[in-house]
């Protein structure tokens, strides 16, 4: 077993309490930004953490599935001062209170702080910072997760990347960046692209590519 306690992690359900490690299951990957809630150019106030319509509803519909929901989430406006550790961690308090609100919730948070040109420790490059798939292996060892039945969702072409370094099905949002992005070439790396979270989980469910 790799060791990947270098990644960063948020609100972490006690997984392995009760994961079989032998029996690996699906999860369903999110990048947050674009995709779970509206984007803001460096989010830091949790005031601004607002919520695109229709996501609580499909992460309840996978929750009622057992199935793990896992965020990753690149946050490089770490590495470039703009905010703290503490205070992206109060905006995860946040976005998961939201979420209970209407009935949802997710199991794990992973993020990146890091970027090449960021500050002090945080300027380096890290298999953590998407394309790179740190954060979703981290996951899968400590979810217990089977990442050929796993499915990433992302608004960006990067999330793509990150997810198909990682062996997962992926899904691209045309919220976010995703407006923009799912017009370029590259989005043809994605699986399917979807109006949004809530019309990537039907279409998973519809397929059957996740027993949802
Ligand atoms: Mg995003």
Same mark, same amino acid.
């Given at each position: 077993?790799?060791?990947?306690?270098?990644?960063?992690?948020?609100?972490?359900?006690?997984? =392995?309490?009760?994961?079989? !490690?032998?029996?690996?299951?699906?999860?369903?990957?999110?990048?947050?930004?674009?995709?779970?809630?509206?984007?803001?150019?460096?989010?830091?106030? =949790?005031?601004? *953490?607002?919520?695109?319509?229709?996501?609580?509803?499909?992460?309840? !519909?996978?929750?009622?599935?057992?199935?793990?929901?896992?965020?990753?989430?690149?946050?490089?406006?770490?590495?470039?001062?703009?905010?703290?550790?503490?205070?992206?961690?109060?905006?995860?308090?946040? *976005?998961?209170?939201?979420?209970?609100?209407?009935?949802?919730?997710?199991? @794990?948070?992973?993020?990146?702080?890091?970027?090449?040109? @960021?500050?002090?420790?945080? !300027?380096?490059?890290?298999?953590?910072?998407?394309? @790179? =798939?740190? *954060?979703?292996?981290?996951?899968?060892?400590?979810?217990?997760?089977?990442?050929?039945?796993?499915? $990433?969702?992302?608004?960006?072409?990067?999330?793509?990347?990150?997810?198909?370094?990682?062996?997962?099905?992926?899904? *691209?949002?045309?919220?976010?960046?995703?407006?923009?992005?799912?017009?370029?070439?590259?989005?043809?790396?994605? @699986?399917?692209?979807?109006?949004?979270?809530?019309?990537?989980?039907?279409? $998973?469910?519809?397929?059957?590519?996740?027993?949802?």
């Amino acid at each position: 077993m790799n060791d990947y306690s270098f990644v960063r992690r948020h609100l972490i359900d006690p997984a =392995p309490k009760w994961r079989d !490690r032998r029996h690996p299951l699906p999860a369903v990957f999110l990048d947050r930004d674009g995709v779970i809630n509206e984007e803001v150019h460096y989010l830091s106030r =949790p005031e601004d *953490m607002v919520l695109i319509p229709g996501v609580a509803k499909a992460i309840a !519909r996978i929750n009622a599935a057992r199935v793990p929901v896992v965020v990753v989430t690149n946050q490089s406006g770490v590495a470039r001062g703009f905010l703290s550790e503490d205070q992206l961690q109060d905006l995860h308090v946040r *976005m998961t209170q939201l979420l209970a609100d209407e009935g949802a919730s997710v199991q @794990g948070i992973y993020y990146s702080p890091f970027h090449s040109d @960021g500050q002090g420790d945080y !300027r380096k490059d890290s298999i953590c910072r998407k394309p @790179g =798939p740190g *954060m979703i292996f981290a996951a899968c060892e400590e979810f217990a997760i089977d990442r050929a039945d796993s499915v $990433l969702i992302g608004d960006k072409i990067a999330d793509i990347r990150a997810g198909n370094a990682a062996g997962l099905k992926t899904v *691209m949002v045309r919220t976010g960046h995703g407006a923009h992005e799912t017009t370029l070439p590259e989005a043809a790396e994605a @699986g399917f692209i979807a109006d949004d979270l809530q019309a990537a989980v039907d279409q $998973l469910c519809a397929s059957g590519a996740i027993a949802l």
